[in-house]
Protein backbone atom coordinates (compact mmCIF):
# COMPACT_ATOMS: atom_id res chain seq x y z
CA UNK A 1 0.00 0.00 0.00
CA UNK A 2 1.35 3.55 -0.30
CA UNK A 3 -0.07 6.90 1.00
CA UNK A 4 -0.52 10.46 -1.44
CA UNK A 5 0.37 13.19 -0.24
CA UNK A 6 0.15 15.55 -3.42
CA UNK A 7 2.76 18.41 -4.35
CA UNK A 8 5.66 18.18 -1.84
CA UNK A 9 8.76 19.08 -2.59
CA UNK A 10 10.75 15.98 -0.99
CA UNK A 11 13.42 14.54 -2.54
CA UNK A 12 16.39 12.36 -1.01
CA UNK A 13 19.37 12.13 -0.66
CA UNK A 14 20.75 15.39 -1.44
CA UNK A 15 24.50 16.91 -1.11
CA UNK A 16 25.15 19.70 0.82
CA UNK A 17 26.78 22.42 -1.16
CA UNK A 18 27.72 26.08 0.02
CA UNK A 19 27.70 28.42 -2.77
CA UNK A 20 30.27 30.94 -2.55
CA UNK A 21 29.10 34.67 -3.95
CA UNK A 22 31.03 37.77 -3.86
CA UNK A 23 34.90 38.19 -4.61
CA UNK A 24 38.37 37.41 -1.69
CA UNK A 25 37.30 40.68 -0.31
CA UNK A 26 33.44 40.40 0.17
CA UNK A 27 32.23 36.91 -0.29
CA UNK A 28 29.23 35.22 1.69
CA UNK A 29 28.63 31.73 1.84
CA UNK A 30 24.98 29.60 1.76
CA UNK A 31 23.89 26.42 1.95
CA UNK A 32 22.17 25.00 -1.11
CA UNK A 33 20.80 21.09 -1.14
CA UNK A 34 18.73 21.99 -4.67
CA UNK A 35 21.93 21.60 -7.18
CA UNK A 36 22.14 19.48 -10.17
CA UNK A 37 24.53 18.67 -12.45
CA UNK A 38 22.63 19.54 -15.92
CA UNK A 39 24.35 19.27 -19.09
CA UNK A 40 27.26 17.31 -20.23
CA UNK A 41 28.66 19.49 -22.94
CA UNK A 42 29.22 22.43 -22.24
CA UNK A 43 29.49 21.15 -18.58
CA UNK A 44 26.37 22.96 -16.60
CA UNK A 45 25.06 22.90 -13.44
CA UNK A 46 21.67 24.35 -11.75
CA UNK A 47 21.04 25.90 -8.73
CA UNK A 48 17.75 27.03 -6.63
CA UNK A 49 18.17 29.84 -5.02
CA UNK A 50 15.86 32.26 -3.15
CA UNK A 51 14.58 35.56 -3.62
CA UNK A 52 14.74 36.81 0.05
CA UNK A 53 18.29 35.68 0.86
CA UNK A 54 21.29 37.80 -0.29
CA UNK A 55 22.83 35.19 -2.48
CA UNK A 56 20.44 35.54 -5.39
CA UNK A 57 21.29 38.76 -5.80
CA UNK A 58 25.55 38.82 -5.55
CA UNK A 59 24.73 35.81 -8.38
CA UNK A 60 22.88 38.10 -10.69
CA UNK A 61 24.84 41.17 -9.79
CA UNK A 62 28.70 39.47 -10.30
CA UNK A 63 27.41 36.89 -12.78
CA UNK A 64 29.58 34.25 -10.89
CA UNK A 65 29.60 31.84 -7.70
CA UNK A 66 31.17 28.76 -6.61
CA UNK A 67 29.72 25.16 -5.55
CA UNK A 68 31.55 23.13 -2.58
CA UNK A 69 31.15 19.93 -1.28
CA UNK A 70 30.63 20.00 2.16
CA UNK A 71 32.46 17.57 3.96
CA UNK A 72 30.27 15.74 7.00
CA UNK A 73 32.69 17.18 9.50
CA UNK A 74 31.58 20.58 8.86
CA UNK A 75 28.08 19.86 9.42
CA UNK A 76 27.61 22.61 11.85
CA UNK A 77 29.53 25.17 9.95
CA UNK A 78 27.20 24.11 6.87
CA UNK A 79 23.97 24.25 8.34
CA UNK A 80 25.30 27.56 9.87
CA UNK A 81 25.66 29.11 6.59
CA UNK A 82 21.76 28.09 5.45
CA UNK A 83 19.80 29.90 8.41
CA UNK A 84 21.37 33.15 8.49
CA UNK A 85 22.23 35.99 5.95
CA UNK A 86 25.17 37.53 4.65
CA UNK A 87 22.95 40.58 4.78
CA UNK A 88 23.76 40.41 8.37
CA UNK A 89 26.63 38.47 9.00
CA UNK A 90 30.20 37.71 7.99
CA UNK A 91 29.98 34.07 7.49
CA UNK A 92 33.21 33.15 6.37
CA UNK A 93 34.51 34.73 9.54
CA UNK A 94 32.21 32.94 11.92
CA UNK A 95 33.06 29.48 10.74
CA UNK A 96 36.68 29.62 10.62
CA UNK A 97 36.36 28.33 6.95
CA UNK A 98 39.53 29.72 4.49
CA UNK A 99 38.87 31.51 1.08
CA UNK A 100 41.10 30.00 -1.37
CA UNK A 101 41.34 32.18 -5.10
CA UNK A 102 39.44 30.29 -7.90
CA UNK A 103 41.47 30.18 -11.57
CA UNK A 104 39.08 31.81 -13.95
CA UNK A 105 36.16 33.68 -11.33
CA UNK A 106 36.37 36.68 -8.67
CA UNK A 107 34.28 34.33 -5.67
CA UNK A 108 36.78 32.31 -4.00
CA UNK A 109 36.49 28.79 -3.32
CA UNK A 110 36.36 26.94 0.65
CA UNK A 111 39.49 25.27 1.71
CA UNK A 112 37.82 22.79 3.58
CA UNK A 113 35.67 21.38 1.15
CA UNK A 114 36.72 18.75 -0.49
CA UNK A 115 35.05 19.70 -4.51
CA UNK A 116 35.15 22.88 -5.92
CA UNK A 117 33.60 23.94 -8.59
CA UNK A 118 33.75 27.24 -10.48
CA UNK A 119 30.76 28.37 -12.39
CA UNK A 120 30.21 31.15 -14.91
CA UNK A 121 26.45 32.64 -15.10
CA UNK A 122 24.88 31.42 -17.99
CA UNK A 123 21.17 31.86 -17.48
CA UNK A 124 18.98 32.87 -14.64
CA UNK A 125 15.16 32.72 -14.77
CA UNK A 126 12.35 33.39 -11.93
CA UNK A 127 10.12 30.65 -11.09
CA UNK A 128 7.39 31.21 -8.17
CA UNK A 129 9.80 33.27 -5.76
CA UNK A 130 12.86 30.99 -6.45
CA UNK A 131 16.41 31.75 -9.09
CA UNK A 132 17.05 29.11 -11.20
CA UNK A 133 20.76 29.90 -11.92
CA UNK A 134 22.36 27.81 -14.83
CA UNK A 135 26.15 28.10 -13.99
CA UNK A 136 28.97 26.74 -16.96
CA UNK A 137 31.51 24.79 -15.33
CA UNK A 138 34.93 26.66 -15.80
CA UNK A 139 37.14 24.91 -13.60
CA UNK A 140 36.99 21.81 -10.40
CA UNK A 141 39.35 21.56 -7.98
CA UNK A 142 39.87 18.65 -5.56
CA UNK A 143 42.12 17.40 -2.64
CA UNK A 144 45.04 15.99 -4.30
CA UNK A 145 45.50 13.39 -1.38
CA UNK A 146 41.71 12.08 -1.40
CA UNK A 147 42.55 10.89 -4.99
CA UNK A 148 44.32 7.51 -5.55
CA UNK A 149 45.29 8.89 -8.84
CA UNK A 150 45.96 12.29 -8.75
CA UNK A 151 45.62 12.95 -12.72
CA UNK A 152 41.77 11.07 -12.40
CA UNK A 153 39.46 12.76 -10.71
CA UNK A 154 36.98 9.77 -10.84
CA UNK A 155 39.76 8.18 -8.48
CA UNK A 156 38.30 9.63 -5.51
CA UNK A 157 38.62 8.20 -2.31
CA UNK A 158 34.28 8.39 -1.58
CA UNK A 159 35.47 7.30 2.62
CA UNK A 160 38.18 10.84 2.77
CA UNK A 161 35.65 12.98 0.63
CA UNK A 162 33.01 12.10 3.17
CA UNK A 163 30.03 14.21 1.96
CA UNK A 164 27.58 15.40 3.97
CA UNK A 165 23.97 14.27 3.18
CA UNK A 166 21.20 15.99 3.39
CA UNK A 167 17.88 14.12 3.57
CA UNK A 168 14.46 16.75 2.48
CA UNK A 169 11.50 16.14 3.95
CA UNK A 170 12.91 14.54 7.32
CA UNK A 171 15.52 17.35 7.41
CA UNK A 172 18.39 15.25 8.83
CA UNK A 173 21.94 15.05 7.92
CA UNK A 174 23.71 11.72 7.29
CA UNK A 175 26.88 10.04 6.13
CA UNK A 176 27.54 8.46 3.34
CA UNK A 177 27.36 4.19 3.55
CA UNK A 178 30.24 1.81 2.51
CA UNK A 179 30.49 0.58 -1.55
CA UNK A 180 27.62 -1.73 -2.52
CA UNK A 181 28.03 -2.15 -6.25
CA UNK A 182 29.62 -0.76 -9.72
CA UNK A 183 27.44 1.59 -11.64
CA UNK A 184 26.63 0.95 -15.39
CA UNK A 185 27.74 -2.66 -14.54
CA UNK A 186 26.34 -3.97 -11.79
CA UNK A 187 22.88 -4.19 -14.09
CA UNK A 188 24.47 -6.16 -17.18
CA UNK A 189 23.65 -9.24 -14.79
CA UNK A 190 19.72 -8.93 -15.78
CA UNK A 191 20.88 -8.42 -19.36
CA UNK A 192 22.61 -12.04 -19.60
CA UNK A 193 19.45 -14.23 -18.15
C1 LIG B 1 20.33 21.96 4.63
C2 LIG B 1 19.88 23.25 4.00
C3 LIG B 1 19.64 23.29 2.64
C4 LIG B 1 19.22 24.47 2.02
N1 LIG B 1 19.00 24.48 0.68
C5 LIG B 1 18.59 25.62 0.08
C6 LIG B 1 18.38 25.66 -1.33
O1 LIG B 1 18.59 24.67 -2.05
N2 LIG B 1 17.97 26.84 -1.89
C7 LIG B 1 17.78 27.97 -1.11
O2 LIG B 1 17.41 29.02 -1.67
N3 LIG B 1 17.98 27.97 0.21
C8 LIG B 1 18.38 26.83 0.83
N4 LIG B 1 18.59 26.81 2.18
C9 LIG B 1 18.33 28.04 2.94
C10 LIG B 1 19.41 29.12 2.75
O3 LIG B 1 20.69 28.56 2.92
C11 LIG B 1 19.15 30.25 3.78
O4 LIG B 1 17.95 30.90 3.45
C12 LIG B 1 20.31 31.23 3.96
O5 LIG B 1 20.19 31.82 5.22
C13 LIG B 1 20.35 32.34 2.91
O6 LIG B 1 21.54 33.06 3.13
P1 LIG B 1 21.95 34.39 2.33
O7 LIG B 1 20.94 35.46 2.70
O8 LIG B 1 23.32 34.72 2.84
O9 LIG B 1 21.90 34.09 0.88
C14 LIG B 1 19.03 25.65 2.81
C15 LIG B 1 19.30 25.62 4.18
C16 LIG B 1 19.73 24.43 4.77
C17 LIG B 1 20.03 24.41 6.26
Not at 42 to 54: A, D, Q
Amino acid sequence: MKTTFGPQKILFPMPVSLVVTGNMGKANIVTIAWVTLLTSAPPTLGISVGTKGFSGEQIKENKHFTVNIASADKMTEADYCGIVSGREVDKFEKTGFTKLPSRHIDSPIIKECPLNIECELVSASLVGRTNHFIGRILEVHMDTDKLKDPDNPGTYLTELMNPLIYMGGAREYRKIGGKIGDAYSIGKKLKER
